[in-house]
C-alpha cells in the first residue's frame, strides 16, 4: 500500500489509498458525511449539496463526494458552517416537497426523513404557496409524483448505467425539472423498478405496493427469487402472512444493486386467486377437494402397490428446493425403488461437468463475472433471459474495464458496449474462431453458453476454451431459480447427486423426460413442482397421476391426485444458482393450506413406512452436504445469507448424453414457464422481447401456451 | 449595424469596422488589416502567441476575467488527439449586448481571433456557439464564413501553411446556463444544458473530453489586434493587470445608453456622465450595476472607480460581462430585486438543489414583499437565503442570483424597510403544511 495519504478528519488521522473520495474516507474512518446524490458505483453528480464540509484553507466549503483525499488535508464534517450549510440545504429542499409523509409510501424510511431528522431545521420558514404538479403513471409498476422529487438523478443513473436501458431522463429546468419516461407520457423499459428501490424518496412508487402499508409493520425476509437462475436475493416484505412487495432492501445479496421485474414484481402468483390451498382427488371424472391424510393415504397405498410390481415415471422440478429434490431422488431410488426420473432439462450442466473432468477451478462464481478481464456470451440474450448475468457483465465493463464477447444469432443489448458477431443457430464455432485472436490476448475468460450448445458441442468449446491459452472458466446457462440444483442433486435418470454414476450403487439408468411421457406402460406418473403435459402429451393412458404444483396445470388436471405445493418463498431451504452458487430461501408469507414438496415427500415416506428421519430442510442440508460431492460448503454463510459456491466436479461424469433433451423455454424478461402466467403483473407489463433494439411494433413473442395479456393500462 | 451613436471618447479596437460601409464583407476587412494577424501568427510559435496573449493582459470578456494567455497555456498541445476552439457567444447576461454588434458587424476579426486559437493548439475545428435568441446573426455568419472558405481563409491547407481548421455555428436553446462554459459543450454535443464536474476543465478535458480552448466572443475578437500591434501595446491601453478596451454596454437611465468601446479602468461616473450623456432628465444617479445583473449593485457613492476587473472587485461588485446598468433616484429597488432574481430562478437548470430552491423561494418570498405582503421578518429572511446559496452551487449562477440579492438588501435595506409600511397584513398568508 504505497499510495496512502495521510489525512485528518475531525481531528482524527486518517490514512487512505490516493484518489478515495473523501465521502468514502470518511465513511471508512466512520464518520458519515451526508449524501443524496451520491451513489456507489454510479458517476458523480455533486447536485445535492449534501455532503460540503469545510477543508481547511480553502476558501469555501468543499464538496465531499467529487473531492479526491489529499496529503496533509484537514476536514471538518461537524463545524458550525458545515451544519448550517446542510441546514440550508435541506430547508431548501422542504420547500416544495410535500409534507405528505403520513400517506406516502416511504414514509418511515425515507432518506430525506432520516437526513431531516439528524440535521435539518425543525421548523419551517418557508411560507410560500408550493408547486404541485399530479402524480403520473408511466406504466404498470412505475409511478411518478414530481412534487416528491429531490432530482437527486440516481434513477436517471441506474437505469442508463446500471441497467443499460436509459428510459429516464430530465425535463423542464429550474424548479419545475423533472424526471421523464423515454416515451414521454410512459415508459417503455425493462419494468425492472431499480429506479423505484434506488428512490431516497417517495417520488418513485410502484405500482403493486403503494398505499398499501407501512414499511414498519412488515417482516422483512430475504430470501432467493424463484424465477430465473441467476439467484437474486430479494427481500419480502409479508404483513399479516401475505406478501406486500419484494424488493432490494439491504442490496447484501449476490445481486448487489439488481433485481429485475420478476425479482421485484413477479411475486403475486403466490396470491394468485387460482393458488391451490387444498388436496384434490379424481372421483366421478372430477377433482374434488379432500383431506391432506386421505390424500397422503391414497397415494402412499397406490405408491406401495405399484412399486412391487409397476414402473414408475418421476420428474421433478427446477424450481424445488435442493432438498426437496435430493429427498425427492432418494425416495424414488429407494422407495419406489426407479431410475426413471429426471427434469425439465434447460442445459447441458452434465457435460459440462463431464468436459472439465476434474478441473474444480474451471466453473465461474456468480462473483467472478464482475471480475473476470473478459467473457465471452455464446447463443444466449442475456439482457432477456439472465438479467442479473448481463448486469455483472455490463457493470464488470463499465467499472473495471472487462471486455466483453458475444456470438448470438440476433441482436442483443450487449451490443451496445460489447465486441459482438451474430451466428445462425449451430454456427457459434465458425463465429468463434473470428474472434480467435481477440480471445486467446486475453489473460483470463469466462464463457457462458445457451442452450444451443450441448452434449459433444459443450465438448468442443473446452476443448476452443483450452487452446486460447489463458484460464477459461464456464457458466452452462439454464433456465430456472433451481435448474443447477435439479441437475447437481441427480434428478437425471443416470445419475445420482453429484454426478456419480446410478451404477456406483447398482442401478441401471432409468428413464428419461421423454421416455417417461412416450412409455406405454407407465404405471403411475408422480410430477414434482413442473407441468410437463402443457408441451407434451403423456402416451400411457392408465397411469395413476400425482402432481404436486401451486396450481392447476395443465398437467395438474389430468392428475388422480394433486396435492397443493408451497411456493419456494414459503419455504426454507436452499437453491443453487446458474453460477452453482449455494443460497438460502427463508420462508416469508405463510402457506395457506399448501404444503412444501419436503413435507410433502417425508409423509408420504411416513406412510410408507420408509420414513428416512430427515423431515427438516436444515436436516436435508446435512446430509447433502456430508454426502453430495461439491456441496460440503460452510453453513455459517448459506445462514447468513452468503451464496457459496459449489464444485461438483468429480472427474470423468459417465452417463448418457442426451442432447435432444436441453430445451431452453426461452423465457424472456416478462415471462417465466408456467409460474410467469399466474403473476397479473408480469402479464400486464406487456413488452415484447428485446423492444428497446427491436422494432417496438413487432407484435411481442409469447411463451407457448401463456395466457393472454391484458392490455397495458395507462393513466388517463 | 449600430443601434447607438459612437462616443468621441471610444478608444475603438475590436469596434473599430463597426462603422465602416458593408462592415461584415471580407473585402471590407482585408482592406482594414484583416487577416495580418493570423499570417504573423503562422511565423509564429504557440509559445510566443501565448506570450503575446500574456503580455497584453487580456482578461476573459465573458465575466470571470480569466487570463486568456493563461487559459490558452493550459491546454495539452500535440497530444494526437483532436482539439477544439470554442467560442462562447451564448451572451445571455441581462445588461450586456456587445457580441451580437461583434458578430452582426465584424465576424471576420472573430474568425480570425479563433484562427490563431487554433494554430495556437493545432484544432482543427471551431464552434461559435451563438445565443438562441441570436439566431438571426446565424445567416450574416454563415455568410462570412462561406466567404472566408471561397478565400482561403477556412478549410484544407490555409494560406499555404498546411494546416487545416473547419468553422461551425451552433445556436443555443435559449437557457442562460449555457453561457456557463460547460452547459455550453454539454448543449453543443447535444445533451441537455447543465454544468459539469470540474476539474477536468475544459483546457483539457472540453468539447467531446478533447483539449479545447474556450472564449468569449470579446475575447477572441480582440485577439487579431493584439497580434497585429504587440500585446505590450494592448496592455497600455487598459490599467496594469486588465489590458485592453472593453466594450461596456450602459443602459437604464441615461441620455444615450448603448455600447461604447472604452478603455479599461474608465472611470465609471465618467462613463455616465461624458460617454452616456448623462442622467435621463437630470435625476440623481442612485446605483449602478456595473456587469451584468449578477453583479452586486453599487451605491451612487460607491461609483468613482476606475471600471476595470481589479477595482470592481475592490469594490465588492464585479465588472462581469460589461453590461452596466444605471439607475436613477426614482427607481423601486425592491423591484430591481425582484426583477432580477425573477431572472435566475427561470434560468436555473435544477441541478443542484441550493440554486434550484432558492431562487424560486427568493422569487416567492420578493413577489409577495413587493406585492405588499411582506413582514419584516422577511428581510433578514432574504439575506439569509441568498447567504446558504452563497459559494454552495454547482456552478456560478447561484453565486449569480445570491449577490445582487445580497447586495440590494445590505445596501438598500432601508427601502426594504419601508416597503414594510406599506405593507396589508392581509396578505401575509398564513402557514401552510403541505
Given at each position: 500500500m504505497a499510495d496512502l495519504v495521510n489525512f485528518t478528519i475531525d481531528g482524527r488521522a486518517v490514512q487512505a489509498p490516493k484518489g478515495t473520495l473523501l465521502i468514502n474516507a470518511a465513511k471508512q474512518a466512520g464518520i458519515q458525511i451526508p449524501a443524496?446524490?451520491?451513489?456507489?458505483g454510479l458517476s458523480l453528480q455533486?447536485?445535492?449539496?449534501?455532503c460540503l464540509v469545510e477543508v481547511e484553507k480553502t476558501p469555501k466549503l468543499q464538496v465531499g463526494c467529487t473531492l479526491p483525499v489529499a496529503e496533509g488535508m484537514v476536514v471538518h464534517t461537524d463545524s458550525p458552517q458545515v451544519r448550517k450549510a446542510r441546514k440550508g440545504t435541506l430547508e431548501f429542499l422542504l420547500?416544495?416537497?410535500?409534507?405528505d409523509c403520513p400517506v406516502c409510501?416511504?414514509?418511515?424510511?425515507c432518506e430525506l426523513q432520516d437526513m431531516v431528522f439528524r440535521?435539518?431545521?425543525?421548523?419551517?420558514?418557508f411560507i410560500e404557496p408550493k408547486i404541485h404538479v399530479d402524480e403520473k403513471q408511466w406504466s404498470p409498476i412505475v409511478f411518478y409524483d414530481a412534487p416528491r422529487?429531490?432530482?437527486?438523478y440516481r434513477c436517471v443513473r441506474i437505469c442508463?448505467?446500471?441497467?443499460?436501458?436509459?428510459?429516464l431522463g430530465i425535463g423542464n429546468r429550474?424548479?419545475?425539472?423533472e424526471i421523464v419516461p423515454n416515451r414521454g407520457d410512459h415508459l417503455e423499459c425493462d419494468e425492472c423498478g431499480a429506479c423505484i428501490d434506488i428512490?431516497?424518496?417517495?417520488?418513485l412508487t410502484s405500482g403493486t405496493y403503494r398505499?398499501?402499508?407501512?414499511?414498519?409493520e412488515m417482516e422483512h425476509v430475504g430470501t432467493i427469487c424463484t424465477?430465473?437462475?441467476?439467484?437474486c436475493k430479494t427481500t419480502l416484505g409479508v404483513r399479516n402472512g401475505d406478501i406486500m412487495r419484494a424488493n432490494?432492501?439491504?442490496?447484501?445479496?449476490?445481486?448487489g444493486e439488481f433485481l429485475c421485474v420478476k425479482g421485484r414484481y413477479a411475486f403475486d402468483f403466490n396470491e394468485?386467486?387460482?393458488?391451490?390451498?387444498s388436496p384434490l382427488i379424481r372421483s366421478g371424472g372430477e377433482l374434488k377437494p379432500i383431506s391432506w391424510a386421505v390424500a397422503i393415504a391414497t397415494v402412499a397405498k397406490k405408491f406401495s402397490e405399484i412399486r412391487r410390481v409397476g414402473k414408475f415415471g418421476v420428474i421433478g422440478s427446477n424450481h424445488t428446493s435442493n432438498e426437496e429434490n435430493f429427498l425427492l431422488q432418494s425416495f424414488a431410488r429407494q422407495?419406489?425403488?426407479?431410475?426413471n426420473i429426471d427434469h425439465h432439462r434447460t442445459g447441458d450442466v452434465a457435460a459440462l461437468i463431464d468436459a472439465l473432468h476434474?478441473?474444480?477451478?474451471?466453473l465461474a462464481t456468480t462473483a467472478d463475472l464482475f471480475t473476470a478481464k473478459a467473457a465471452l456470451v455464446i447463443a444466449s440474450d442475456l439482457a432477456q433471459e439472465q438479467p442479473f448475468v448481463a448486469f455483472q457483465l455490463r457493470n464488470n465493463a463499465r467499472l473495471n474495464r472487462g471486455h466483453v464477447y458475444a456470438v448470438t444469432p440476433g441482436p442483443v443489448r450487449e451490443d451496445n458496449y460489447a465486441t459482438t458477431t451474430r451466428a445462425e443457430p449451430g454456427h457459434e464455432f465458425e463465429a468463434l474462431e473470428t474472434l480467435r485472436e481477440k480471445l486467446a490476448a486475453e489473460s483470463e475468460l469466462v464463457i457462458l453458453f445457451g442452450?444451443?450448445?450441448?452434449?459433444?458441442g459443450i465438448r468442443r468449446l473446452v476443448q476452443f476454451g483450452d487452446s486460447l491459452g489463458a484460464p477459461v472458466k464456464y457458466v452452462c446457462l439454464v433456465d430456472y431459480s433451481n435448474s443447477r440444483g435439479a441437475s447437481d442433486m441427480g434428478?437425471?435418470?443416470?445419475?445420482?447427486?453429484?454426478?456419480?454414476?446410478?451404477r456406483e450403487e447398482g442401478l441401471e439408468p432409468g428413464l428419461n423426460y421423454d421416455q417417461i411421457l412416450a412409455a406405454?406402460?407407465?404405471?403411475a406418473l408422480w410430477v414434482v413442482g413442473?407441468?410437463?403435459l402443457s408441451r407434451n402429451t403423456l402416451t400411457s393412458a392408465g397411469a395413476f397421476i400425482v402432481v404436486q404444483d401451486l396450481f392447476l396445470t395443465e398437467t395438474a388436471r389430468r392428475a388422480h391426485v394433486v396435492l397443493p405445493a408451497a411456493s419456494a418463498y414459503e419455504k426454507n431451504g436452499t437453491v443453487t444458482n446458474v453460477c452453482g452458487d449455494v443460497q438460502k430461501l427463508s420462508r416469508g408469507p405463510k402457506t395457506m393450506g399448501a404444503k412444501t414438496d419436503l413435507e410433502i415427500v417425508s409423509l408420504l415416506a411416513r406412510e410408507m413406512n420408509?420414513?428416512?428421519?430427515?423431515?427438516t430442510p436444515e436436516q436435508v442440508f446435512e446430509i447433502i452436504r456430508r454426502?453430495?460431492?461439491?456441496?460440503?460448503?460452510?453453513v455459517s454463510v448459506i445462514e447468513t445469507g452468503g451464496a457459496a459456491a459449489t464444485a461438483p466436479v468429480n472427474g470423468r461424469v459417465i452417463h448418457e448424453p442426451?442432447?435432444?433433451?436441453?430445451?431452453?423455454?426461452?423465457?424472456?424478461?416478462?415471462t417465466s414457464g408456467t409460474?410467469?402466467?399466474?403473476?397479473n403483473m408480469l402479464n400486464r407489463?406487456?413488452?415484447?422481447?428485446?423492444a428497446l433494439y427491436h422494432d417496438?411494433?413487432?407484435a411481442p413473442i409469447m411463451?407457448?401456451?401463456?395466457?393472454?395479456?391484458?392490455?397495458l393500462q395507462r393513466p388517463q | 449595424m449600430r443601434y447607438n451613436e459612437p462616443s468621441p471618447l471610444e478608444t475603438r479596437i475590436?469596434?473599430?469596422?463597426?462603422?465602416?460601409?458593408?462592415?461584415?464583407s471580407i473585402d471590407t476587412y482585408l482592406a482594414n488589416d484583416g487577416y495580418v494577424a493570423v499570417k504573423k501568427a503562422f511565423e509564429m510559435t504557440p509559445e510566443q502567441i501565448i506570450e503575446e496573449l500574456k503580455t497584453s493582459?487580456?482578461?476573459?470578456?465573458?465575466?470571470?476575467?480569466?487570463?486568456a494567455g493563461m487559459k490558452w497555456s493550459f491546454v495539452p498541445r500535440n497530444t494526437g488527439k483532436a482539439s477544439y476552439i470554442i467560442c462562447n457567444?451564448?451572451?445571455?447576461?441581462?445588461?450586456?449586448?456587445?457580441d451580437r454588434l461583434l458578430m452582426e458587424n465584424d465576424p471576420h476579426q472573430l474568425f480570425e481571433g479563433m484562427l490563431i486559437a487554433g494554430w495556437t493548439i493545432r484544432a482543427n475545428k471551431g464552434y461559435?456557439?451563438?445565443?438562441?435568441?441570436?439566431?438571426?446573426l446565424i445567416e450574416i455568419l454563415e455568410r462570412a464564413i462561406a466567404e472566408a472558405y471561397d478565400r482561403g481563409?477556412?478549410?484544407?491547407?490555409i494560406l499555404g501553411s498546411g494546416w487545416d481548421f473547419d468553422l461551425y455555428t451552433h445556436t443555443g436553446a435559449?437557457?442562460?446556463?449555457?453561457?456557463?462554459e460547460t452547459a455550453l459543450l454539454e448543449s453543443l454535443e447535444g445533451k441537455r444544458g447543465v454544468p459539469r464536474l470540474k476539474p477536468p476543465f475544459p483546457a483539457v478535458a472540453?468539447?467531446?473530453q478533447a483539449p479545447t480552448i474556450l472564449n468569449n466572443c470579446e475575447t477572441f475578437s480582440a485577439v487579431p489586434w493584439i497580434l497585429r500591434n504587440g500585446g505590450q501595446a494592448f496592455a497600455d491601453l487598459g490599467t496594469p493587470k486588465n489590458g485592453g478596451t472593453r466594450l461596456v454596454c450602459i443602459s437604464g437611465h441615461v441620455n444615450r445608453p448603448g455600447v461604447y468601446e472604452m478603455?479599461?479602468?474608465?472611470n465609471i461616473l465618467a462613463l455616465i456622465n461624458d460617454v452616456a450623456g448623462g442622467m435621463r432628465n437630470g435625476k440623481k444617479l442612485k446605483a449602478v450595476i456595473p456587469g451584468g445583473s449578477s453583479s452586486p449593485v453599487l451605491r451612487a457613492d460607491e461609483c468613482?472607480?476606475?471600471?476595470?476587473f481589479d477595482s470592481l472587485a475592490k469594490a465588492k461588485s464585479m465588472a462581469g460581462s460589461g453590461g452596466l446598468v444605471v439607475l436613477d433616484e426614482d427607481t423601486d429597488m425592491v423591484a430591481v430585486a425582484l426583477r432580477t432574481i425573477k431572472f435566475y430562478a427561470h434560468e436555473s437548470?435544477?441541478?443542484?438543489?441550493p440554486c434550484r430552491e432558492g431562487t424560486t423561494w427568493l422569487k416567492k418570498i420578493l413577489t409577495r414583499f413587493h406585492e405588499?405582503?411582506?413582514?419584516?421578518e422577511d428581510i433578514d429572511l432574504i439575506a439569509e437565503l441568498a447567504d446558504n446559496m452563497l459559494g454552495r452551487t454547482f456552478c456560478a449562477l447561484g453565486d449569480a442570483a445570491a449577490m445582487p440579492t445580497t447586495g440590494f438588501i445590505t445596501k438598500f435595506r432601508n427601502e426594504f424597510e419601508e416597503y414594510l409600511k406599506k405593507?396589508?397584513?392581509?396578505?401575509?398568508p398564513q402557514l401552510a403544511l403541505v
Open positions: 443524496f446524490c451520491y451513489y456507489d455533486a447536485a445535492c449539496r449534501m420547500t416544495n416537497h410535500p409534507l409510501d416511504k414514509g418511515g424510511e440535521y435539518g431545521a425543525g421548523q419551517s420558514r422529487c429531490i432530482l437527486c442508463g448505467e446500471g441497467l443499460g436501458v436509459g428510459a429550474g424548479a419545475a425539472a428512490c431516497p424518496v417517495g417520488a398505499y398499501k402499508t407501512r414499511p414498519w424465477h430465473c437462475s441467476n439467484g432490494n432492501r439491504d442490496r447484501s445479496g449476490v445481486n394468485h386467486p387460482e393458488r391451490l390451498t422407495v419406489l425403488r426407479t431410475a476434474g478441473r474444480t477451478a474451471a442452450a444451443a450448445i450441448k452434449g459433444d434428478l437425471l435418470p443416470g445419475l445420482l447427486p453429484g454426478y456419480r454414476s446410478v406405454r406402460d407407465l404405471d413442473a407441468n410437463p420408509e420414513d428416512s428421519g430427515a423431515r454426502t453430495v460431492p461439491g456441496y460440503n460448503v460452510p442426451a442432447p435432444e433433451l436441453i430445451r431452453s423455454a426461452g423465457n424472456t424478461l416478462f409460474l410467469g402466467r399466474y403473476s407489463v406487456m413488452e415484447s422481447p428485446g417496438p411494433r413487432k411463451e407457448q401456451g401463456s395466457v393472454q395479456m391484458e392490455e | 475590436v469596434s473599430q469596422r463597426f462603422d465602416l460601409p458593408n462592415p461584415t493582459a487580456l482578461r476573459g470578456r465573458g465575466g470571470a476575467g480569466f487570463p457567444s451564448d451572451e445571455s447576461e441581462p445588461a450586456t449586448c456587445k461559435i456557439f451563438v445565443r438562441g435568441e441570436y439566431r438571426y481563409y477556412l478549410g484544407k491547407n435559449g437557457a442562460y446556463e449555457c453561457g456557463e472540453g468539447a467531446f478603455k479599461m479602468g474608465y468613482d472607480i476606475p471600471y476595470d437548470c435544477g441541478w443542484c438543489i405588499g405582503g411582506g413582514r419584516p405593507s396589508h397584513v392581509a396578505r401575509v
